[in-house]
């Protein structure tokens, strides 16, 4: 069983910057998560998407984070315009719906703002 | 919110001896507590999970056990090898289980702030 794909793996841009990070979750998982991990801290949740619908993306910063889930499958994640802050690693997730505390993680995007 | 509190930040061990790690959660209404391990540019892993009523999970060399009253649960591996170098996370979670046709499981995960785990040969 194929898992989380996740792309570019690495990523430089300077502030105020637009990027965009790809997911692919396991086949027939219905929720997705997109997660900020900032170095040596533990991953926080961004959004999660329940097929096509936003669950939670209180901890989003809408004024410069956006994400999608087209047709309930991939999702794409974008920062615009970057800020030196958002230098983390993107970590994309993704369950079964009824199951959806059993997550399984992407390798991660590590994006570096300069 | 949950607020998850993971020590030590780093552990050192030999080959062979045990290692413990230790969070405690905030929220007594989380439920579900899995532990992750993260390699060197990869993702976190699901290693081991255990929920409110089980008091303790093993799995061959490694453990975890539960103690609701304290809001505390620990990671326990035994005979520890070179390939258990790691960061540990643990996570603390409320699984609200919705009893409809189909049902489903909302599981936001709050996580610790991750342990790195050296083991010595």
């Known amino acids: 069983e194929a898992g989380v794909a996740q792309s570019p793996r690495y990523k430089i841009i300077e502030k105020r910057q637009s990027v965009a990070f790809w997911c692919n979750p396991i086949?027939?998982?219905?929720?997705l998560y997109w997660y900020q991990q900032i170095l040596g801290q533990g991953p926080k949740l961004l959004i999660q998407?329940?097929?096509?619908?936003?669950?939670?993306d209180s901890q989003l910063p809408k004024d410069r984070f956006s994400a999608e889930r087209l047709k309930g499958v991939d999702s794409t994640l974008k920062i615009q315009p970057a800020k030196l802050e958002d230098s983390a690693v993107y970590l994309c997730?993704?369950?079964?719906?009824?199951?959806?505390?059993?997550?399984?993680f992407g390798p991660g995007t590590r994006l570096t703002v300069t | 919110g949950e607020n998850v509190e993971q020590h030590p930040s780093t552990l050192s061990v030999q080959e062979g001896d045990s290692a413990v790690i230790k969070c405690t959660y905030s929220?007594?209404?989380?439920?579900?507590f899995p532990w992750y391990k993260q390699e060197l540019g990869k993702g976190p892993q699901l290693i081991i999970d255990?929920?409110?009523?089980?008091g303790e999970k093993k799995d061959q060399r490694i453990a975890v056990t539960l103690n609701k009253t304290a809001k505390h649960f620990s990671l326990h591996i035994t005979e520890t090898q070179p390939e258990d170098s790691a960061v540990y996370f643990c996570?603390?979670?409320?699984?609200?289980?919705?009893?409809?046709?189909?049902?489903?499981?909302?599981?936001?995960?709050?996580f610790g702030q991750g342990t790195i785990l050296t083991v010595h040969p």
């Open positions: 997730a993704s369950s079964l719906e009824r199951t959806s505390y059993e997550q399984y």
């Open positions: 086949s027939g998982h219905a929720t």
């Open positions: 998407f329940q097929n096509n619908g936003v669950v939670d």
């Open positions: 929220d007594s209404a989380s439920n579900y």
């Open positions: 255990i929920r409110s009523n089980v």
């Open positions: 996570a603390a979670s409320i699984i609200s289980i919705r009893i409809w046709a189909g049902g489903t499981s909302y599981g936001k995960l709050t």
